[in-house]
């Protein structure tokens, strides 16, 4: 190093490193953006899933709610299911005044289900301090379960009370196992509804879906145009629960016609 | 060298002499810890369904007592940085007590955290799979970070002490030898630290406000009526200094009253702290009519009825508990003896910071929990009792702060022996720090550049699962850690004639 001074010489060996680290992070900031922006890219390789729930249909009850706990192998003993169902007096659109817990179906009532939204910029995604919970391709907000240190922020921050915390470790009767299904979670973890990924990927449809008495959930690819799903929200008057938060819910609502 | 030898036998008694009480003392908090040990037990085992929280109420005592202790960690390294940088002093003798409280709440809130996760043995995630974006990892970063400085900070204003006990305390001179590294005993020496740690103290300052401010924003970022709240920050940092100098106005007092060091912790000393807790107090109670004045006036009715359960509903008897008893009645109690000076007594400011401590250990707890007991989507409002589990867990962490702080004063001298000492070294103010070459200055820098180069390498490990990502966040906290090590470094090691 001839005319090169030491201190000069050292000078660009601690800045060059510091440099690319930081074009790196303003890197992956743009990419983040632009990623979480994605809900509606032109990415068609994969189906982008999606429900309709036809609230005109919905009687309230709760057939969706027992299916799910079977299917999903949750701890009978856990008290919770990722379903839940709200009763709404007549003419009322404010989620805020529902009744979770109502004992019996009435006729001047309407229903609305509420489970996780896969919301396309998802909360709770965002503030997991170990990346536990993530986007899949298909839209899907997943769980992972053997990552999870159980801080429940994502519980805090998600608006649609979406989000199951296992308090005690959960039980099922081996012979009511789904062998199908993720096996039960232990305690101290997160869990939600995750569209009934080992039903989704043989061509089912989740569980609720089927088991539904009155029709009145559908569920497909959002990506395909010419899909149920798509059709219906395209066809119908539609809304997103609290869509004014910008997390772009993915389970469209629609009434048509009389109850 | 010579020393005070009265002064300096009085502050070295604990180290030299043991008493019964002592002993009684350490027994029962060992019996308090073995309790604390077998309920965290159960809760591992069991789960955290053996605590009072439930599906909607997801934090309660735990996270709570967190930021309770979050609070009473801010004061120690204020006033010990407060007293470094504006030169108060009059406070010197009561500086390493709140350095070491600081040091000591900062461990045990780390402890309430791994009380309050699910899975408490996966904490290291936090560091292989942690996310820039995520608020806890901020909180990680900044709370780490914290609690190292606290440390390096202590350690280099008590190097010298070390050293002195080493001559003083025969019996265990050998443990002094070693925590003492060498420490050579002259002028340059102590300047050296001195410079150290005033570096330390003005860094140290805005990573305290960033601490107390990160922990609000694990509630005031969650858009949830009665959280979202851009003035979260400066409300609990406020809150964390008034309950922080309360802790202090307690622990000198009972130093004062033990050992009987009236001669050292004087009525000025309580003076002082008690005009700044007054004003802290008067920021905290404004703060907390803003708040309520916003929610009520034409606040939406979500927010107006978290604000009815604290002022009407189950939790006004604690509301109106936390803002008469104990924040009210005390500001009068700290103000009065400016009026009526004969009303000045020590009694009464203890009082009003044991008060004022209760009461904001209580605000905590409506802060967090009446929030979550009115959840997004509508559920009728339920209880949240807290079980034997949480309060055993709470007060077994209570009893690890207090093992630690009375074994550290067992061992080591909690008030600098500088003040005590006679023997005053030659005003440092003619020595001249020049820069010496030395090959611990080179080391320092090429780790640094492994380091950096480390972190970049690590940059481009792609992790399948996390999404959206930019990887690698603890390099904010190592890289903080590092330059808070360089420091006393640079100055100790390195800085010679």
Known sequence: ????????????????????????????????SGEVDSGSSNNNIFPKYAMVIDLSKCIGCRICMYACIKENNIGRNSGFSYIKVYALPRGVLDIDVGDECYTEIEEDKWYIPVQCMQCDDPPCVKVCPVGATFKLETGVVWVDHRRCIGCRLCMAACPYNARRFNWVWPEVPSNELNP?????????????????????????????????????RYFGDLNDPESEVSKLIKENVSFRLKEELGYKPRIYYIARGSK | MSYDESGLSKVLRP???????????ISILVIAIAWFLYAWYVQLKYGLGVTGMRDYVIYGLYIANFVFLIGVSHAGIAISAGVRLLRVTVLKPIVRMAELLTAVSLIIAFMNVLFDLGRPERILNMFAYGRWLSVLVWDMTSITTYLVATIIYLYVTMREDIAICAKHILKRSWLYKIASLRYRHDALSRKAHEKAAWWLALVILPIMVSVHTVVSWVFGLMVRPGWYNPFFGPYFVTGAIASGVATIIMVAAVFRKIFHWEFLITP?????????????????????????????????AREKEISNILFFGNYAALYWFVVIITLAIPFI???????????????????????INIGLWVKRIIIVIPVLLRPELPYPLGVYIPTWVEFSLIIGGYAVAALIYTVFVKLFPIVELAIVSSHEVSESSEIQLKIKKHPIAALAIIGFLILISGVLGMSYVKYPYSYPEIPWAPAAWLLGIITLLSIPLAYILSFRE
């Open chain 1, 1 to 32: 190093m001839g005319n090169v001074s030491r201190r000069s010489f050292l000078k660009v060996v601690s800045i060059t490193p510091i440099l690319l680290f930081i074009s790196k992070i303003l890197n992956g900031f743009a990419k983040l």
């Open chain 1, 180 to 216: 199908n299904a993720l096996p039960t979670r232990p305690a101290g973890v997160v869990e939600k509804c995750i569209f009934c990924p080992h039903r989704v990927t043989r061509g089912l449809k989740p569980r609720c879906v089927v088991e539904c008495p009155t029709g009145a």
């Open chain 2, 15 to 25: 180290l030299t002499y043991t008493s019964r009480k002592f002993y009684m003392f």
């Open chain 2, 268 to 300: 000025q000393i309580f003076r002082i702290l008690s005009n700044f807790l007054r004003v802290v107090l008067a920021i905290y109670i404004y703060f907390m009519i803003c708040e309520q004045v916003t929610v009520r006036y034409l606040g939406p």
């Open chain 2, 333 to 355: 109690m700290l103000s009065i003896y400016t009026f009526i000076p004969k009303f000045f007594s020590i009694k009464l400011i203890v009082l009003a910071a044991t008060l």
